[in-house]
């Protein structure tokens, strides 16, 4: 196994941060106590909103990262010209010669600033296409600076494309951390840290009920899974789509009650996730528990208790917890 350490896509959380995000949690569930609340339209549609951020995060097309193009195409510069739509817009304005309408009627000064709005508002227009484009032309340039490094599955090169194509912004709000490190030179191992069960919704609001009702406790255990299978298949698409491999292992890790260090979690769903089968899946009509399920997913789980822990020692991942 390699002694490297995983290179880090989003940053777990600190003692600090941890130990503030619990606290708001239990603040805000002493306020809710305290009150007698009633359900708005607003209230069901931001919860409806938050199941599927929680559970639909797999709800992606999966799509590789060409390399040989990228290599083949080399540097790229922006493909806008500065000045795209404001020259026209200049232009107009240049040649623009009052008629004698507009001169019997004094609309000469009228037309010179209506003419003059659409210069600033095509140089408004400039910038943001611009802007776009170079962004692109960035994106790709990084991504040709890394491509031999991600034929070569240097986990670092790989987070350092994940990054730059939006992956960590993707799970930010699903998942507290995600990392991925190399075991031998094949294997690649993406980890993924849950977002913990007290932080789960515990309680439901649905259009027309008209009220929140608490969240029964198997229904919150329900959530807990289909969470961390939608997750955990996220991953896996982020890292495939960048990745030249077949298969890539995901490892989902959730942290003990009151635990505030790393030796404090534990895992407790591993799958391996094979390109191929991402590639002929519809993700976005699918559920996640049961394509995790199919792909012969290890964990430990029932409605009432959720995930719990398993062992990894056999795949040879255990001994890397600590370090992860």
Sequence with gaps: MSARPPAQILAPLSRVDRVAVRSLREGERRRRAGERRRASRAD?????????????AHHVVFKRIDWAKIEEDGP???????????????????AYRPTFADSLLGRERERRRELTEKVVEAAKADAALYARAKAEADAHNRM??????????????????????GAAKALKEVVEAFSLRAEGATRLVAQVDLIEYDALPDEACKAGAGAWTELPPADRAQLQLANACSVALRAAV????????????????????????????????????PAMALAKANLKKMEAPTVVTALGARLSWTAARGLAPIDLADLGLASRKAAA
């Design 238 to 273: 982020e890292v495939l789509q960048v990745a030249p491999v077949e298969i890539v292992e995901v490892v989902a890790r959730i942290c003990r009650p009151g635990g505030l260090a790393d030796t404090d979690f534990d895992p407790v769903l591993h799958v391996k996730v």
């Design 44 to 56: 069901a549609d931001a919860y409806e909103t938050l199941i599927a951020r929680l559970t639909e």
């Design 76 to 94: 790229m510069a922006p493909t806008v010209p500065r000045d795209a739509v404001s020259s026209v817009a200049r232009k107009k304005l240049s």
């Design 144 to 165: 040709l600076v890394l491509a031999a490094e991600v034929r070569a599955l240097n986990p670092d090169a790989i987070a350092g494309v994940l990054k730059v194509n």
